[in-house]
């Protein structure tokens, strides 16, 4: 099993979706935990970071972290063409202060 | 500009060749590392800076591959005998010590025949 599990998707939906990215892991000791967006041929950037479980929001985007279940979401709501892109999670574990453990990340269309 | 920088964009060498893969990390960050992204893969782990000493090279997937850093700046990633396995993105990312966000350059793109 790997640490990190993603739905390479790819998922489609048309433009004002909310749409919902998830990722499921088995490393208990990851305490970090984010969201990248890579558009083709580009670099990761990256879009939400939390710590632990819980819930954050940065405009149209919101990350929940449940721990107890070993699951991570995305949610993006009001859905633009723009946000088509590849998103990818990353962890990290609470002793290390470098080493991001990725999914393979899901690839988004939003339609017009 | 203000962001992590690498060359080449694009490399395509053959089989059996040495390659050269150049970072330019972010300004004052003085951690750096290099991840791998294959297609179908995800982007794996292959070495990080601090400085110029490497605490962790364990990534790094056989002993064809090398990297240094020097001035605390500049990285270079080397690939010895490259093996067509070896195409990839090559990609490199910089962090203020101890920060947990890292900034990603752009690539480089791998093709060995």
């Known amino acids: 099993q790997k640490e990190v599990e993603q739905d390479p998707g790819p998922l489609s939906v048309p433009e004002g979706a909310i749409v919902s990215l998830n990722c499921t892991y088995s490393?208990?000791?990851?305490?970090?935990f984010m969201w990248y967006r890579q558009y083709s041929r580009k670099g990761p950037e990256l879009l939400m970071y939390?710590?632990?479980?819980g819930n954050k929001e940065d405009g149209r985007f919101t990350a929940q972290v449940d721990k107890s279940s070993k699951y991570i979401s995305l949610f993006i709501r009001d859905s633009q063409p723009s946000d088509s892109a590849t998103y990818l999670c990353a962890m990290m574990s609470g002793g290390s202060n470098y080493k991001l453990t990725f999914g393979k990340g899901t690839l988004l269309t939003v339609n017009p | 500009g203000a962001g992590v920088s690498q060359s080449p964009s694009n490399k395509v060498t053959e089989k059996g060749k040495d390659v050269e893969l150049r970072c330019d990390p972010i300004s004052g960050h003085t951690a750096l590392y290099w991840y791998r992204q294959s297609l179908g893969q995800g982007l794996e782990f292959l070495i990080y800076f601090q400085g110029n000493s490497a605490p962790d090279k364990s990534g790094l997937p056989s002993d064809r591959f090398s990297a240094e850093r020097t001035g605390g700046s500049v990285s270079t990633l080397t690939i010895q005998r490259t093996q067509q396995e070896d195409s990839a993105v090559y990609l490199c990312?910089?962090?203020?010590?101890?920060?947990?966000?890292?900034?990603f350059g752009e690539g480089s793109r791998l093709t060995v025949l």
């Open positions: 490393n208990s000791a990851f305490q970090y």
């Open positions: 990312a910089s962090s203020l010590q101890g920060n947990r966000e890292l900034f």
């Open positions: 939390t710590y632990s479980s």
